[in-house]
């Protein structure tokens, strides 16, 4: 699950945020950190419980923020997009009232 929501939640960001902005995601390379720390402190299972809650806390957020703004809202940023370069000043008007 968590491959498959992180892989959507990226592409979604790229499209939402652009190539050269960074956000941040609790990704594999978080979770082995955990482990490193977890590992040097010798409690194995607290660290066993805190990635199991992390991963599965990231897992819904992203499933939530893929619901928010999922396919709907990069159709209506694809639909405005076009409506700006639009010619014809009655159809920009038009459109954003139906959009919105």
Known sequence: MNSYTADKYDSLMRNRLG???????????VRVFIIFLGALANQVVFTLVLIAAMTNAENIRRIMVLNRGGKSGLCKK???????????????????????
Do not use: W
Not at 85 to 94: G, I, N, T
């Open 19 to 29: 190539p050269k902005e960074d956000y941040f995601r609790i990704g594999r390379d």
């Open 78 to 100: 694809r639909i405005e997009g076009i409506i700006e370069r639009s010619l014809v000043p009655e159809d920009r008007v038009h459109a954003k009232n139906t959009l919105e």
